[in-house]
């Protein structure tokens, strides 16, 4: 009983979409700092150069004693669209283009020819149309 259920998960655990699942995991984290490395070191600051202030948290408004820190949430959103951007133009489209090129294969020689006499499709290797016998070459 024991031996089966291990065998099982054995067999569970070496199946091709566990194993690819797992290295996805592995690797979308890995890519995960290199994303929020570059955003953070490198797209960031030339976001505070160009604005002129390299944080917004500190900006707020008051209304009834509530403070209403607007700031923190353009930090979110300015942090979120430059991911979204870099993951888009550094991932999205190379791997598009890539598949692109894959998906483009020769022309498959066509199996059919038309004849010329009736303009009917027939083999390619035949020698006499089947509908009119006229000879093809």
Known sequence: ?????????????????????????????????????????????LVAAIFRQPDFSGLYFTLNHSRFMYGSFINALVSFLIVASTVYFFVVIPINTLIAKARKEAPEDPATKKCPECLSEIPKEAKRCAHCCQAVL
Request: aromatic letters at 6%; charged letters at 20%.
């Open 1 to 45: 009983m024991i031996k089966d259920t291990l065998k099982g998960f054995r067999q569970f655990i070496l199946r091709g979409n566990v194993v690819d699942l797992a290295v996805g995991v592995v690797i979308g984290a890995a890519f995960t700092s290199i994303v929020n490395s570059l955003v953070k070191d490198l797209l960031t600051p």
